[in-house]
């Protein structure tokens, strides 16, 4: 089956924008996590979703960043005003829901704040 | 806090010269290991989880084991095809996010 896919895959945006990220699960995965990954870094936890709510969101940096997931399906990471410092790479990725749940991942979105 | 620390931060091998990369953890109650493969440009691939001091896992080249205080992962007769950073987190505590180390860049020279 199709695995995590994630769009745009760039995406490049001058500082003070607002920008949406998208993820689309592994179809019956219940549970959803975003991460960061700057380079030479591993990835770095934001917010976790079991359904469609925000189980735990004490990844998220600061109150710029917020995610949803309406329909316990595909969920999006909003960023509003920008910063040069928020540039990398947004991993999203999903999983069963099990206790440890092993995380599939998409291939990233790049996003890149001039 | 969790840390994980993987070393050597870079590896590289002549094909078929067997090593093993290295994640030491102090964490608070683990509850699984994870490795992971990750390409130039790609997000990680899922390799293994383990569970326990003692147990081990293998698939095709790679086996990984567990200790109280660390994970290895061995590479027998790499491939060039085998080159990618491998990443390893854990899963501790009540928190339901992996915890990254920050890899290490093995290179496996034809």
């Known amino acids: 089956g199709a695995g995590v896919s994630q769009t745009p895959s760039n995406k490049v945006t001058e500082k003070g924008k607002y920008v949406e990220l998208r993820c689309d699960p592994i179809?019956?995965?219940?549970?959803l996590y975003w991460y960061r990954q700057s380079l030479g870094q591993g990835p770095e936890f934001l917010i976790y979703?079991?359904?469609?709510?925000?189980?735990?969101d004490s990844g998220l940096p600061n109150d710029r960043f917020f995610a949803v997931r309406p329909e316990g399906s595909v969920s999006t990471l909003k960023i509003q005003r920008t910063e040069r410092g928020d540039s990398a790479v947004y991993l999203c990725a999903s999983g069963s829901g099990g206790d440890p749940d092993t995380q599939y991942f998409g291939p990233g979105t790049r996003l890149t704040v001039l | 806090e969790d840390q994980v620390t993987q070393s050597p931060e870079a590896l590289r091998l002549q094909e078929g010269e067997s090593s093993s990369l290295n994640c030491s953890y102090t964490?608070?109650?683990?509850?699984?290991l994870f490795w992971y493969r990750q390409d130039p440009g790609k997000g990680p691939e899922f390799l293994f989880t383990l569970y326990s001091a003692g147990e081990e896992k293998e698939k095709e080249r790679l086996k990984a084991t567990l200790t109280k205080k660390e994970s290895f992962l061995h590479i027998t007769a790499p491939k060039p095809e085998d080159s990618a950073t491998y990443l390893c987190?854990?899963?501790?505590?009540?928190?339901?996010?992996?915890?990254f180390g920050s890899g290490t860049q093995l290179t496996v020279l034809p």
């Open positions: 179809s019956g995965h219940t549970a």
């Open positions: 964490v608070s109650g683990l509850r699984g």
């Open positions: 987190a854990v899963y501790s505590g009540s928190a339901r996010q992996l915890t």
């Open positions: 979703f079991q359904g469609t709510g925000a189980a735990d």
